[in-house]
């Protein structure tokens, strides 16, 4: 049985993302995320990459919330760019590591004050094995019909799926079932947390499944009201009553933000999502010289 785990590479410097990543695995799908494989016996990896960062913050976003661990190439001479990224390290609250040709005092001065100053320094990504934390969810990316099979979906496990499992489809709610499984075109019975899944399904229509974004265990909490606490970066401004995209587990809601206190907040979100341990807030329309990552919400 396959299990993995979920990596992020992210950089200014996109010819070195790629360079990184193909040290860690092979190019496997190429499109608006890019995502590399390696396969040892039963792990895999799956290494992931914003292809169209830093134009699209969500799809930076949406990468480093489905990871666990984020590989950050610092160049030497940094750019906004670089602040940028590591304020969305420090808002997903990720492990990881900085691969820098600059001294590390250089860069623990430059982060203070964020997480991300305590990532190790080096100078070439790290080989290592893990497993994705069980969330009870099944992030969804695509969805088609296959003749003779039916519809199917891709996306990554988080947490563990057998054949004939019973799943809610978020945001329509609609009750499926897992009809087979694929990984990397092997069919399995089951598969455990970390994984770049293909799902065959029973009971819905392609058209049911073209704005999915979850498949969910029905233990899973869902809500379109968050109450939670807010951290806000210094530079970074909220407005209360604003309209803020909010992101986790790779999914990103449109919602209103209500400031109820200084540090509690209530967010309205325009469809059900998980409530995951933290969400961040994105301002995509934020002014020149304010960040676009505003900080994130911690449910209460």
Same mark, same amino acid.
Do not use: C, H, W, Y
């Given at each position: 049985m396959y299990y993995g785990n979920v990596v992020t590479v992210i950089s200014s410097d996109k010819e070195k993302s790629k360079l990184i990543a193909e040290n860690l695995g092979k190019l496997h799908e190429n499109e608006k995320i890019q995502i590399y494989y390696r396969k040892k016996e039963n792990y895999i990896r799956s290494v992931l990459i914003p292809r169209d960062y830093p134009e699209k913050i969500l799809d930076a976003a949406e990468a480093i919330t489905l990871s666990s661990y984020c590989i950050f190439y610092l160049p030497t001479t940094p750019s906004w760019i670089d602040g940028e990224i590591a304020l969305l390290i420090s808002a997903n609250n990720c492990k990881g590591e900085i691969i820098s040709d600059l001294p590390a005092e250089n860069i623990k001065k430059l982060f203070k004050g964020l997480p991300i100053e305590n990532f190790p320094v080096v100078n070439s990504p790290s080989d290592f094995e893990e497993k994705e934390k069980d969330k009870g969810i099944i992030y969804i990316d695509k969805a088609f019909v296959v003749k003779g099979v039916g519809v199917v979906v891709t996306g990554f496990s988080y947490t563990t799926v057998k054949v004939h499992d019973k799943l809610k489809a978020i945001? $329509?709610?609609?009750?499926?079932?897992?009809?087979?499984?694929?990984?990397?075109?092997?069919?399995?019975?089951?598969?455990?947390?970390?994984?770049?899944?293909?799902?065959?399904?029973?009971?819905?229509?392609?058209?049911?499944?073209?704005?999915?974004?979850?498949? $969910?265990?029905?233990?899973i909490k869902i809500s379109k009201t968050i109450k939670g606490k807010i951290f806000t970066f210094p530079w970074s401004t909220i407005n209360d009553q604003g309209n803020y995209h909010f992101v986790s587990n790779g999914v990103s809601v449109m919602g209103k933000l209500k400031m109820i206190d200084n540090a509690t907040v209530e967010i309205s979100l325009n469809d059900e999502i998980p409530i995951s341990e933290r969400f961040l807030v994105i301002d995509v329309n934020a002014k020149q010289g304010k960040p676009r990552i505003v900080g994130y919400i911690t449910p209460i």
């Open positions: 945001p $329509i709610g609609k009750d499926v079932e897992i009809k087979s499984i694929q990984v990397l075109d092997e069919d399995q019975e089951e598969v455990e947390p970390g994984i770049r899944i293909g799902f065959a399904l029973r009971n819905v229509k392609e058209d049911e499944m073209k704005d999915t974004f979850l498949l $969910i265990k029905n233990e």
